[in-house]
């Protein structure tokens, strides 16, 4: 809850929340997108991969995920968090391999579940006049 100066957790609180120049060439790189899906008369969905550390309520990354939320929103943004869909789940079950802690298969299972959630629910206006994809529309 309290990270040490020189941790991992420390040098994100430093860089999300006391390094105005890496906040804004966030929010300059989320502009350009924000532009570029206005041109193409698109939605923006921002999907925030869930560190498979510590799945619990104290979840260590959930201010980072909140500050990338309101940045999201900002450039008007759907954000999907995909913490919940983890927690209670133990981290290591969900690894590659013991020391690689990216998403196996099952982790991808659960990444693919929250996206389409995600895309279900887009409002309206993001699909056009022929609505969502059939498989989208119905929910399992």
């Keep these: 809850m309290w990270?040490?100066?020189?941790?991992?957790?420390?040098?994100?609180?430093d860089n999300y929340f006391d390094n105005p120049?890496?906040?804004?060439?966030?929010?300059?790189a989320f502009a350009q997108i924000e532009?570029?899906?206005?041109?193409?008369?698109a939605c923006v969905v921002l999907m925030q991969h869930t560190s498979l550390w510590f799945l619990h309520v104290f979840h260590p990354f959930r201010?980072?995920?909140?500050?990338?939320?309101?940045?999201?929103?900002?450039?008007?943004?759907?954000?999907?968090d995909t913490v919940s869909y983890f927690l209670g789940r133990g981290g290591l079950e969900l690894w590659v391999g013991?020391?690689?802690?990216?998403?196996?298969?099952e982790g991808h299972a659960i990444l693919a579940q929250a996206a389409l959630d995600a895309l279900r629910d887009l409002p309206a206006k993001c699909w056009g006049p022929s609505g969502p994809p059939p498989a989208l529309a119905a929910r399992h």
């Design 35 to 41: 532009e570029a899906a206005h041109a193409r008369n």
């Design 63 to 80: 201010r980072f995920h909140a500050a990338v939320a309101k940045l999201a929103e900002a450039h008007h943004f759907a954000n999907k």
């Design 98 to 105: 013991p020391f690689d802690p990216h998403p196996n298969g």
């Design 21 to 28: 120049p890496a906040i804004t060439a966030l929010s300059n």
């Design 3 to 13: 990270p040490p100066k020189g941790s991992y957790i420390h040098e994100l609180d």
